[in-house]
């Protein structure tokens, strides 16, 4: 019983080297994945013959600033305050600039009104900045696109920054400047900009009850009226907890206003929200207690967010799923937000209790973040633009109930920068993370593009089935959000209807891949090569240990086959052969895996599909030599796994 209990408890410096591990393993992962879904910029350089280099998404403004040898460019000022008689020729070159920076930020672009693209300030009097805002306004029309102030330095009204609107800043700045969001009204519903924010947290935290009050604008009662629609399941309106993963989308128009219905407390369909916005943003309601972990890890990781909301309740901390969730996320390396709830009914204490450890944990070694408590407009809007560096953890403190602070939560979300890795030019490429059966329409598939084009009509290849093979088909319709498009392409959340296809015959964690004629059906593998890092476990790890996988939308009880070292403890990472237990899976180097049996967490990446028993990872020569004077090996049992001494086994019987 004694020795039981010992080993199922991790000692604190196992724990510590897990944590430590994990961000350098995390990063590692990163870097791996670029290669599989390379960014676009990264995708441009690789084709030129230029050494390769790490890519850093967080270095793009250098581009922008005027480094190359190249013919200078005409100054912003002088676009946005032209002399006279090149009034057209300037405006021309200012629409081209506008067009430009849309096209790279997926149809919206933040403006700094006042600098330079080297950061030089222009020195705007309070007439100057109202000209220079009315032409960039006029440019932006010209590419279909609104303008948003968002904040205003010396200027005044009501969105002058707080630091100068109180006489906070030393410096007594004369000159006016601003941040302007300028954002393109979507030419058809497949053009919307996308952003996947995944909502996790204890049970308990407020995640389905904040969801609620944003998306339909009404505040909460504090008996759970705000999240009785977000919940599908009878079991889930009586208990008040989510057990499965809902999915809710909140949409904002080009000057950044969320769309709400006109009637109070009717909630938009689906449809009308797309159709109205400019910019969706897609949430991920999941599962906070600890039953329904395994769902939670589905909706994780089959998703795909851009960002990861982390909910904390002021009143209990950040305890129990929590810490799970949050383990998670920064394995997957997504860019986490802290959003403090119910800070109406929690006393100040607490509250302030609940921030240190919020900031402790965060501070961690296996986390590695800079917590950064949003409380008014100019924090929001620069930590918004700045959050493109994933050391950067936003936290804000509301209340569903009083409203409180939710304005700045809204205006975080409007202004979040599109983050992720798609490639739209290479073959297509989709997993399906559910499945339905539509009256009329058929055999529905839905989950994300990860690479590629589709159009309605297109052969396409699903699978595979217990037995590894693909079926053929073709896209009947698409939707997206709920709304007919003809196209969908990489990086969107998309429904396909198939052709021809049952229902039984399909399942979560099928792939979607182009029919080409003349080409051979897709390869399927039941074993698999991949690096991997062991969070926490207990005791080691050999051949033979099971747990269950998720790659993706693919969750699948794992065998461990072979090993490059005897055992692996804590905090190790090593290199590891899989094979899938129950069929085979369609597999790609640079996929992400996350496997967890009880307590115990690991994650890595697929190295390799295939594996040769003729070359295992482990040479022979290495392995233990035969023990004792007569040469005879390690008993065995039943199984083929080493057995220990009989010493240990005995402790504590």
């Not at 002399?83 to 506008?98: F, M, Q």
């Not at 919020?358 to 070694?365: A, M, N």
């Not at 304005?407 to 490639?423: C, S």
């Amino acid at each position: 019983m004694t020795g039981k209990g010992v080993a199922s408890k991790q000692a604190p410096h196992e724990r510590r080297k897990g944590e430590a591990a994990l961000s350098d393993f995390a990063e590692f992962v990163d870097r791996q994945q670029a290669l599989r879904y390379p960014p676009a910029a990264a995708a441009a350089a690789t084709t030129t013959k230029i050494p390769a280099q790490e890519y850093h998404e967080e270095l793009d403004i250098l581009d922008t600033l005027d480094f190359n040898d190249s013919e200078p460019e005409t100054p912003l000022r002088e676009l946005l305050l032209p002399p006279s008689g090149r009034d057209n020729e300037y405006e021309a070159e200012l629409a081209k600039r506008i067009a430009e920076r849309l096209s790279e930020g997926n149809g919206e672009a933040m403006f700094d009104l006042g600098f330079e693209n080297s950061g030089k300030s222009m020195n705007l009097t309070r007439e100057e900045w109202d000209a220079a805002l009315a032409r960039l306004e006029k440019a932006a029309k010209k590419q279909h696109a609104d303008c948003n102030v968002l904040l205003t330095k010396n200027v005044g009204g009501e969105k002058e920054a707080e630091s100068t609107a109180a006489g906070g800043d030393k410096r007594k700045l004369k000159d006016c400047t601003g941040k302007v969001l300028i954002r393109q009204a979507p030419a058809t519903v497949e053009d919307v900009i996308e952003t996947r924010i995944a909502v996790v947290g204890n049970v308990d935290a407020g995640k389905s009850s904040m969801l609620g009050v944003l998306v339909k604008g009404d505040l909460d009662d504090g008996r759970g009226k705000a999240r009785v629609n977000l919940f599908r399941h009878k079991h889930e309106v009586e208990t008040g907890r989510t057990s499965s993963v809902g999915m809710e989308i909140m949409g904002f128009d080009t000057v950044g206003n969320v769309i709400t219905s006109d009637i109070p407390g009717r909630k938009l369909s689906w449809e009308e929200i797309g159709k109205r916005s400019a910019k969706v943003i897609t949430f991920t309601d999941l599962a906070g207690h600890e039953r329904y972990l395994r769902t939670t890890v589905f909706g994780l990781l089959s998703s795909s967010p851009n960002y990861c909301l982390l909910m904390v309740a002021a009143n209990n901390g950040l305890v129990g799923m929590s810490k799970e969730h949050l383990g998670i996320a920064l394995a997957l390396n997504v860019p986490i937000m802290v959003v403090i709830t119910k800070i109406d009914i929690c006393p100040p204490n607490i509250l302030e209790q609940t921030i240190q450890q919020v900031t402790k944990i965060l501070k961690s070694p296996g986390a590695k973040k800079m917590p950064i408590f949003i409380n008014n407009r100019e924090e929001c809007v620069n930590t918004a633009t700045q959050f493109v560096s994933q050391r950067i953890c936003p936290v804000f403190q509301v209340s569903n109930v009083t409203g409180k602070n939710l304005d700045l939560v809204r205006t975080f979300l409007n202004i979040l920068p599109h983050h992720g890795r798609y490639d739209s030019e290479a073959p297509f490429e989709f997993h399906v993370n559910d499945t339905f059966s539509v009256p009329f329409v058929g055999t529905v598939v839905s989950g994300i593009i990860r690479s590629g084009v589709i159009h309605v009509g297109d052969n396409v290849l699903i699978g595979p089935d217990s037995l590894g093979q693909f079926a053929q088909t073709s896209i009947r319709s698409i939707e997206r959000k709920r709304i007919g498009v003809p196209a969908a392409s990489a990086g969107q959340s998309a429904s396909f209807a198939l052709k021809k296809i049952r229902r039984k015959d399909v399942r979560k964690g099928m792939v979607v891949l182009p029919k080409i004629e003349g080409q051979s059906a897709p390869k399927v593998h039941r074993e698999f090569v991949a690096e991997v890092l062991i969070l926490s476990h207990a005791t080691t790890i050999k051949t033979k240990y099971q747990a269950m996988l998720h790659v993706g939308p693919v969750q699948q009880t794992c065998a461990i086959i072979d090993v490059d070292r005897p055992f692996i403890r804590t905090g190790d990472r090593a290199t590891v052969a899989f094979r899938f237990v129950q069929r085979p899976e369609y597999l790609a180097p640079g996929d992400r895996l996350l496997f967890r049996e009880g307590r115990t967490k690991g994650l890595g990446i697929v190295k390799s599909v295939g594996y040769d028993p003729k070359h295992p990872l482990r040479p022979r020569d290495s392995e233990d030599a035969p023990n004792g004077p007569n040469g005879s090996e390690e008993p065995k049992n039943s199984t083929g796994q080493g057995l220990e001494p009989a010493s240990v086994v005995k402790t504590g019987a």
